[in-house]
C-alpha cells in the first residue's frame, strides 16, 4: 500500500479515539476527582499540543462568524481575526462525534 495523507474523517476519528484513551487512563488514577479532571485537561492540552507520538500538534484558532468583525468594531469592541482555512479542519462537531463515539459507555 502506498502511504497517503490522512483524511479530516481520519484524522478526526483518531483524535478522538485518544481523548477517549485519555479519560480511560484517568478513569484508572486513584487520586481526588479534581487531579483526576486536571489531568484529563492537561492531557488533551498536551495531545493538542503535539506531545503524543502518533499524533501530531494541531492548530487552534479563532473562527469567528463572517458578521463578527463588522458588529465588534460597530460596538466599539475588539474583535478576532479569521484564521486561514485549513484543508484538513477536524473542528465543528467534535462535542457531537465524541458522544456518539462509544455511546454505551457511563460518562
Not at 487512563?25 to 492531557?43: A, C, H, L, M
Not at 484558532?61 to 463588522?70: G, K, N
Request: net charge neutral.
Amino acid at each position: 500500500m502506498t502511504p497517503r495523507e490522512y483524511t479530516a474523517d481520519e484524522v478526526r476519528k483518531k483524535f478522538l479515539e485518544h481523548v477517549w484513551n485519555i479519560i480511560t487512563f484517568w478513569q484508572e488514577v486513584e487520586d481526588p476527582s479534581r487531579d483526576r479532571i486536571e489531568g484529563t485537561v492537561f492531557s488533551i492540552l498536551a495531545m493538542i499540543d503535539g506531545t503524543v507520538p502518533d499524533l501530531p500538534g494541531f492548530v487552534v484558532a479563532p473562527a469567528p462568524h463572517e458578521d463578527d468583525r463588522e458588529y465588534r468594531k460597530k460596538h466599539g469592541k475588539n474583535y478576532f481575526s479569521k484564521a486561514p482555512e485549513a484543508p484538513c479542519n477536524i473542528a465543528g462537531n467534535l462535542h457531537e462525534l465524541f458522544s456518539k463515539m462509544y455511546p454505551g459507555r457511563k460518562r
